[in-house]
Every structure is written in C-alpha cells, then in structure tokens.
Nanobody, 114 residues
Framework: QVQLVESGGGLVQPGGSLRLSCAASGSIFSIYAMGWYRQAPGKQRELVATITSGGSTNYADSVKGRFTISRDNAKNTVYLQMNSLKPEDTAVYYC????????WGKGTLVTVSS
C-alpha cells in the first residue's frame, strides 16, 4: 500500500513557475514508477510526465521543454517543475505510483491566470 500526498499548487500568472511535490509513504518508493497527471474542468485526466525507477522520463507533447519531472528516492518524493505556465495548464494535478498496483494522490489545484 502506498499513500501519496501532493503539494505546491496555487495561483500563478501566465509565464510563471511552480514546483509540485508528491510525498510517498508506506512502501519501498524507489521501485515504483511515478507520474504526474492532470484533469482540467470538463476534460479527461491526461498524462503529464512519468519517471521510471531507473530515472527515465517521458512527457506529454504539450509540456515538453517547459516541465521537468524528477525524483529523490532518499526523500520518497517526486517533483514536477513547471515553467512558462500557460492558462491551458490550469488543472488538478495528480501524483501516480505504479508497480504491481496503481496508486493515486488526491490532487493539487494549479490555476494559471492573470
């Protein structure tokens, strides 16, 4: 069983930056593939970025070059650095952990608006 708690969301102006954190507990964090997903109002949840246990990363085309996913296994935490934010990045951002099962956090709201 894995518990995931996201933090770092908030209101930011277009062009600004935010860093999201996801703290994991309850299992061996380093073996899990981790990911960030988002769900905008009225839309389906979509993949933002993933990072494997070995550190390989993958990004949605819409965030490539702007977002960076990273992990600190010593702190049981995965991060999402978001730069050059756009209004269309507004969504609830969810942390995800996958190994034999899939686990989700409750999400953190990111609002990009002037």
């Amino acid at each position: 069983q894995v518990q995931l708690v996201e933090s770092g969301g908030g209101l930011v102006q277009p062009g600004g930056s935010l860093r999201l954190s996801c703290a994991a507990s309850g299992s061996i964090f380093s073996i899990y593939a981790m990911g960030w997903y988002r769900q905008a109002p009225g839309k389906q949840r979509e993949l933002v970025a993933t990072i494997t246990s070995g550190g390989s990363t993958n990004y949605a085309d819409s965030v490539k070059g702007r977002f960076t996913i990273s992990r600190d296994n010593a702190k049981n935490t995965v991060y999402l650095q978001m730069n050059s934010l756009k209004p269309e990045d507004t969504a609830v951002y969810y942390c995800n952990a996958q190994y034999s099962d899939v686990y989700w956090g409750k999400g953190t709201l990111v609002t990009v608006s002037s």
